[in-house]
């Protein structure tokens, strides 16, 4: 059997969804068929055997599709495997250090009985969308701070979680 994977996100300029995208190209490259879509496209989880939620963390909050998300598919998702993700420090704490889940997601991570999640760095480039992002771009704090390379050592452990499962 080969699991279909949803990964989904809400993200506000971008770059949590290229953070799926990875996470998607890893599981698939684990041999799982796998999707990356936007939190506020998903209609339904059900074709799905495991879900992978991101979310883009502003001012200590996940982003609110991400959000709306799990509140909306909170009863099917309860019966699935899920993993959380969260992409939002700009600089490299999230490189130096397991950050843990902000409290809403900590909560999410309870409620569905989620099976991990991470934290990455986050990216906030030049044309940023929003008052606050643009004063943080145009202050200098702005840059890219992902580590693909701990994206993909992330998405391949849910891979080879759901391939042992497989074959138990």
Known sequence: MTDTVLVTYGTTNGSTAEIAEAVADTLREGG??????????????????????????????????????????????AHTPVWL???????????DRD???????????DRLDARGHVTFGGCLKEGAEGRIAKMIV????GGDFRDFDAVE???KGIA????????A
């Open 32 to 77: 799982l068929t796998a999707r990356a879509l936007p939190a506020r496209s998903v209609t339904s989880v059900a074709p799905y055997d495991a879900v992978v939620v991101g979310g883009g963390l502003y001012a200590g909050r996940w982003h609110k599709d991400a959000r709306w998300f799990v509140r909306r598919h909170r009863a099917q998702l």
């Open 85 to 95: 993700f969260s992409s939002g420090p700009l600089d490299s704490s999230a490189a």
């Open 99 to 109: 950050i843990p889940p902000v409290r809403g997601v900590r909560r999410t991570m």
């Open 138 to 141: 145009s202050s200098g704090k």
């Open 153 to 155: 050592k992330w998405a």
């Open 160 to 167: 080879d979680s759901l391939n042992q499962r497989d074959h």
